[in-house]
């Protein structure tokens, strides 16, 4: 007697080939490979191209007034002609740049700087000329370096609230806030895209009576559910260290920097997957329902519903300068939208451990009542076939009591 597998069991085995239908390891590796060597190029480039200088030598022309000598620019005063220091810079290379200055009818200065070819340190040059030619005006002008610095920065300005609870490194703050919603958004999308195509295409293949005989609706979509959130949390992981790793390779091995990761708050981490898992639940389980109504996918009305849960993100994002306002205040504790706004408030400021606790709660129970609800819309949309439900049908059967058990 062969021993039928009980809910859990059924529940995992859906999870898994909702899964492993979408990830392959295979291609999971060979692209992170990809990922890693075209880093390594760029590492390797960058030494390779390496054509810097110590410094540079500048020909300037008799009538130049002579900028002083940096660690970067050597300037050399010389009355030879245009053409013979063409030549030297074409033929003996003797100099790196040619500075040459002429008056304009307005009588402004034009500075005109000749090189053999286009190098990225002549953008150096020009703002260390700028600053040359700033000083002179000023002191045409009777102005000190002091005064210039002041008129330059005339007021240095510091912030400071009265609301005690927002955190002072607003830079961490803001980082931190914006990544946990670009992750939410990737995650969304993905999920969006893979239930759209897994659940429409189990319908129109009608394998929906096969599937009933051995599993209750309740079953299938736990599966179908918990199978994509892994797969969207896998895709948010991935995100988050391929992010890492191109500012690694950017703040490393293009600008010489230590790669410094205090710009975001780590603090937040455990509160950010709690939050993220049971807003991916959430958006999950309204997504799967909305995608097993839709009868033709390449015209439904109904696949534009499925976009309903980026507008928690959305609402988030326009009010998150806000962290004092009362809009980020209700959002953070509105079940459909808390998921999103409620790691965002914590970011910007101090949030009592009472309210966190209160909203993480009341967005457990909203999931748990969806669950229900997603399973009894998902089995009245797989069993419909030729005519979509109407909103008022599916309403009515969110509503509803009926066991999908």
Known sequence: ??????????????????????????????????????GLLVFVWQQVKDDTQEYYRIAVAAEVSLPQNSESFQFVQTSLDLPTLKNELREQQK??????????????KRVS????????????????????????????????????????????????????????DEKA????????????????FTSFGQLFVSVTGEKQQRV?????????????????????????????????????????????????????????????????????LSGIYL?????????????????????SIMLLPLVPIILTFLVMDSPSGWALHFLSFFPLTSFAAMPVRMSVIDVPLWQTLLSFSMLLLLSLWLRGAAARLFKMGMNMYGKEPSIKQMLHWMMSDRSTN
């Not at 529940?11 to 999971?28: A, I």
């Not at 000023?138 to 609870?165: I, K, M, V, W």
């Not at 931190?176 to 939410?184: C, D, E, H, K, R």
Request: proline share 3%; glycine share 4%.
């Open 208 to 276: 929906t009576e096969q599937l009933y005989a051995c599993m209750s609706p309740q079953t299938w979509i736990d599966g179908k559910i918990l199978g994509q959130m892994l797969h969207a949390i896998k895709v948010m992981i991935s995100t988050a260290i391929t992010g890492l790793l191109g500012y690694a390779l950017f703040s490393v091995v293009i600008e010489g920097k230590s790669f410094d990761v205090s710009f975001m708050d780590w603090g937040m981490l455990p509160w950010f997957t709690l939050f993220s």
């Open 283 to 303: 958006c999950t389980a309204f997504m799967a329902s909305i995608a097993a109504a839709i009868d033709d996918p390449n015209h439904s009305a109904k696949t």
């Open 173 to 188: 703050s803001s980082a931190t806030a914006i990544g946990s919603l670009v992750l939410l958004l990737v995650g969304m």
């Open 1 to 38: 007697m062969i021993n039928k597998p009980s809910k859990w069991q059924q529940t995992w085995l859906v999870t898994s080939w909702e899964f492993s239908h979408f990830f392959k390891w295979k291609q999971e590796l060979v692209s992170k490979f990809i990922m890693l060597s075209i």
């Open 95 to 108: 100099w790196d740049a040619i500075l040459i200055e002429q008056i304009t009818p307005q009588g402004a």
């Open 113 to 168: 700087i000749y090189s053999l070819d286009k190098q990225a340190w002549l953008e150096l040059l020009q703002q260390f000329l700028i600053k040359h030619y700033t000083l002179n005006y000023a002191t045409l002008l009777g102005l000190q370096a002091q005064q210039l610095a002041l008129l330059n920065a005339p007021a240095s300005f510091d912030f400071s609230y009265l609301d005690e609870r927002i955190k002072s």
